[in-house]
């Protein structure tokens, strides 16, 4: 019997924060914030929402810069660690279980949305979208952060998928002119672009600071084509 991908994310969860604790899970994670973090721009008071919040990793990030945050995820085990981290740091994020295409908050709630690694993986990308820009206040701003499908960590995640059990025979890639298309789709406009991850998926701490150089050669001169791309637009 196929596993549902709640399931898988339950399974995943307890070794799920072992991946930013190795070189490559470490510097990936703190390029993908470089990118992420001046489009969000969250500011302190600030209704923020994580969509598909995993364990808690941009949810915790928001709260430590002062907004206040609510955030969702399917996983019931995600959750329960999202959680344990946010009381550790005596952050009162308020983490509620559902899915992202269908979102339990009142329309027009909060100034910004974020969803990191989410579209990859939902069932429906455009109503996910959507459910986003409704809880949105007017003007608010909602930030997109996904796997860019023109890289060689995609090429390299397909084969994984494709060669043995994983989560990436799960997922979908986005290009920039199908995640634009996207968020036209739903309304968005006034959008704004960063990129990451132009070197290879290495786990070596030696060979990711020779790689270094290559990180701002990709950013100026093939802005799509990042490993990981971030977007924002307005409602």
């Not at 994670?29 to 969509?51: C, I, S, T």
């Not at 994984?160 to 789709?185: C, E, H, N, Q, Y």
């Not at 790689?211 to 100026?220: C, T, W």
Request: proline residues 6%; charged residues 25%; aromatic residues 10%.
């Amino acid at each position: 019997m196929k596993e549902s991908l709640t399931a898988t994310f339950d399974r995943l969860a307890a070794d799920y924060d072992s991946w930013y604790q190795t070189p490559l899970g470490a510097r990936s994670d703190a390029l993908e914030k470089e990118a992420v973090f001046p489009l969000a721009d969250p500011q302190p008071g600030e209704y923020a929402l994580d969509v598909s919040c995993g364990t808690g990793n941009y949810a915790i990030a928001l709260a430590t810069r002062k907004a206040t945050v609510a955030a969702i995820d399917s996983s019931r085990k995600m959750l329960e660690i999202a959680k344990s981290k946010a009381a550790r740091k005596a952050l009162p994020v308020d983490f509620r279980l559902g899915t992202a295409d269908d979102l339990p908050f009142a329309s027009d709630s909060f100034d910004l949305a974020t969803a990191i690694l989410m579209l990859e993986f939902t069932p429906s990308p455009q109503k996910a979208l959507s459910e986003m820009l409704r809880v949105l206040k007017p003007g608010g701003r909602i930030v997109i952060g996904v796997l860019g499908k023109h890289s060689l960590w995609a090429a390299v995640r397909r084969f994984k998928g494709l060669s043995a059990p994983s989560i990436w025979r799960m997922a979908t890639f986005f290009s920039p002119r199908k995640l634009t298309d996207l968020l036209v789709a739903v309304g968005a406009h006034a959008f704004q672009w960063r990129s990451a991850i132009y070197f290879p998926p290495v786990n070596s701490g030696w060979l990711l600071e020779r790689f270094r150089a290559l990180e701002g050669i990709g950013q100026k001169a093939f802005p799509g084509l990042g490993a990981f791309l971030a977007v924002r637009a307005e409602k």
